[in-house]
């Protein structure tokens, strides 16, 4: 069983930058596809980025791309996601999640963590 935990959520003002992480336990997470998804309140579970367990392929969802950039050490068994230009609408509970399929589908991730806050003031 994998337990996740992400870290580093916060509040920042637009233009600005967080950096989150998910620390793994229980597992070995190179064995997993990493994603992390963001859930604002009164929508559904969005995808944002994921990264192949090899670390060698990327992911991003449309309104991400080119300011998210998602990385990992396995060495760690940790997944960050670098969050820049960050807008208000970029505002949701961040989690992290671990699969053995390579998709941008919520449904195909095992494990998640609880969530981290990020909130972006305009």
């Known amino acids: 069983q994998v337990q996740l935990v992400e870290s580093g959520g916060g509040l920042v003002q637009a233009g600005g930058s967080l950096r989150l992480s998910c620390a793994a336990s229980?597992?070995?997470?190179?064995?997993?596809?990493m994603g992390w998804f963001r859930q604002a309140p009164g929508k559904e579970r969005e995808f944002g980025a994921a990264?192949?367990?090899?670390?060698?392929?990327?992911r991003y969802e449309d309104s991400v791309k080119g300011r998210f950039t998602i990385s990992r050490d396995n060495a760690k068994n940790t997944v960050y996601l670098q969050m820049n230009s960050l807008k208000p609408e970029d505002t949701a509970v961040y989690y992290c999640?671990?699969?053995?399929?390579?998709?941008?589908?919520?449904?195909?991730?095992?494990?998640w963590g609880q969530g981290t806050q990020v909130t972006v003031s305009s």
């Open positions: 229980g597992g070995t997470l190179s064995n997993y596809n």
């Open positions: 999640a671990a699969s053995t399929y390579w998709s941008a589908t919520a449904a195909l991730y095992k494990y």
């Open positions: 990264i192949h367990m090899s670390g060698v392929a990327t």
